[in-house]
């Protein structure tokens, strides 16, 4: 059973344009939840995280949002890059399971020129 | 600064053949994890350790084993391979379990016949 999911494997935007990516998870033992970004044949690079304790972190282009009640957070990229186009993984940890990382199956982003 | 590296890039396997997985890290960090990532699948731990010497069961732990002699080393060894246990295999490694953000090797690709 996925306790963090991400449920569009791909998604389509035009440059310029916002990217929002969208995960969810089910384990309310959750506190932390990062992005990672992956290129083709390389490892996944950490991209931005956020605290249970927030509901918002903002970095540069890319902000995420988080909401608690719904299990929810998104990922938004705004303008949207040629660049930004990878596969974009949500993970969470929780502190009781020794900081391990349960990953999404990721989101494939194409950002069209 | 290298960062995360892994050793080899690609492999082939016959069914029941064992191999050695090698993943070194300059960072001088204190945890190192193996992960599997398999098609619409997000990566899944293997094993972790926590310090030189110490090793700990994932979330996919059966058919591999570690070991992490010297701190900047972290070996992921199958001993009798199969063909489920075709894979992207990712190391990773974090200063500590408050610093959740784990940086990544650019993974070995291993195909078991």
Redesign the interface.
Same mark, same amino acid.
């Given at each position: 059973d996925?306790q963090?999911k %991400?449920n569009s /494997?791909s998604l389509s935007v035009q440059e310029g344009r916002i990217s929002i990516l969208n995960c969810d998870y089910t384990n309310s033992m959750f506190d932390?939840f $990062?992005w990672?970004k992956k290129y083709p044949?390389?490892? /996944?690079?950490?991209l931005i @995280?956020i605290s249970s304790i927030k509901d918002k972190n903002e970095d540069g282009r890319f902000t995420v949002f988080l909401n608690k009640s719904a299990k929810h957070l998104s990922l938004h990229i705004v303008p949207s890059q040629p660049g930004d186009s990878a596969v974009y993984?949500c993970?969470a @940890?929780s502190s009781g399971s020794?900081? %391990? $990382?349960?990953?999404? @199956?990721?989101t494939q982003l194409t950002v069209l020129p | 600064n290298a960062g995360v590296t892994q050793t080899p890039k690609f492999r082939v396997l016959k069914t029941g053949q064992s191999m050695t997985l090698l993943c070194a890290q300059d960072m001088n960090h204190e945890y190192m994890y193996w992960y599997r990532q398999d098609p619409g699948m997000g990566l899944r731990l293997i094993h972790y350790s926590v310090g030189e010497g110490t090793t700990a069961k994932g979330e996919v732990p059966d058919g591999y084993n570690v070991s992490r002699l010297k701190k900047q080393n972290f070996l992921l060894g199958l001993e009798s391979a199969a063909p489920s246990q075709t894979s992207v295999y990712f190391c990773a490694s974090s200063r500590s379990l408050v610093a959740e953000t784990q940086y990544f090797g650019p993974g070995t690709r291993l195909l078991v016949l």
């Amino acid at each position: 059973d996925q306790q963090v999911k %991400q449920n569009s /494997p791909s998604l389509s935007v035009q440059e310029g344009r916002i990217s929002i990516l969208n995960c969810d998870y089910t384990n309310s033992m959750f506190d932390y939840f $990062l992005w990672y970004k992956k290129y083709p044949a390389e490892g /996944p690079t950490f991209l931005i @995280s956020i605290s249970s304790i927030k509901d918002k972190n903002e970095d540069g282009r890319f902000t995420v949002f988080l909401n608690k009640s719904a299990k929810h957070l998104s990922l938004h990229i705004v303008p949207s890059q040629p660049g930004d186009s990878a596969v974009y993984f949500c993970a969470a @940890s929780s502190s009781g399971s020794a900081r %391990q $990382l349960t990953f999404g @199956s990721g989101t494939q982003l194409t950002v069209l020129p | 600064n290298a960062g995360v590296t892994q050793t080899p890039k690609f492999r082939v396997l016959k069914t029941g053949q064992s191999m050695t997985l090698l993943c070194a890290q300059d960072m001088n960090h204190e945890y190192m994890y193996w992960y599997r990532q398999d098609p619409g699948m997000g990566l899944r731990l293997i094993h972790y350790s926590v310090g030189e010497g110490t090793t700990a069961k994932g979330e996919v732990p059966d058919g591999y084993n570690v070991s992490r002699l010297k701190k900047q080393n972290f070996l992921l060894g199958l001993e009798s391979a199969a063909p489920s246990q075709t894979s992207v295999y990712f190391c990773a490694s974090s200063r500590s379990l408050v610093a959740e953000t784990q940086y990544f090797g650019p993974g070995t690709r291993l195909l078991v016949l």
